[in-house]
């Protein structure tokens, strides 16, 4: 069976991104995985360079083929923040709760709600060029919570088209729209390709 790595311990991604890759037939291995890994500071300006810095540098670490994705939220009329801050846009050690009350306080008196979410995948295979794979959600900033689903950003991020909070999607119909489920899409599409 072929095995992958993916490059997370974000529980909500794993859940999120292995049943996807299941259904091709892949071993999905996690961080959990392993006891000792090097650690990996997310300290590049472009979520390209994150997932490009953690896939590599597992790769080369554990000999192995490794996916690594970075995302987060970008607002326009906040000059495209949280972006590559989005996990610790209110601090280090922070929970989703604060940084959407820091989000929803920042936004207090703009109009322009326009935000999409970002997901880029890095597959870094041994002996090969990394390929890149990116996607986005657009939607817009609520000006209050809703829904109890998902994580991070989707109490108060409302899809284009829609009127309900992404936190009041089931994971299924989540999978379908977002910026994740369809980078993963481009993703298991290429790798059938190569089948
Ligand atoms: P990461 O660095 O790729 O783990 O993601 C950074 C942050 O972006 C997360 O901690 C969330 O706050 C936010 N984020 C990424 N994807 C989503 C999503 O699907 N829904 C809500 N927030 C998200």
Redesign the pocket.
Known sequence: MKEILIA?K?KH?IIEMKKMLEHLGYKVLTLFDYEELPEII?DKDTFKG?AKKKAETLSNYLNKDVLA?????EVFALNNEPGVY??RYSGEDVT?AD?NKLLLSNMENIDNRGAR?V?TICLYRINQEPVYFEDYLYGEIAYKYQGDN?????PI?IPSGDTRH?AEYSLDE?NVI???GKCVQKLISYLKLGE
């Open positions: 997370t974000n991604k997310e994150n994705d970075d995302s987060g939220l989005s996990a989703y940084n979410f997901t998902g994580f991070g950003y989707d991020f992404l989540k977002s910026h994740r």
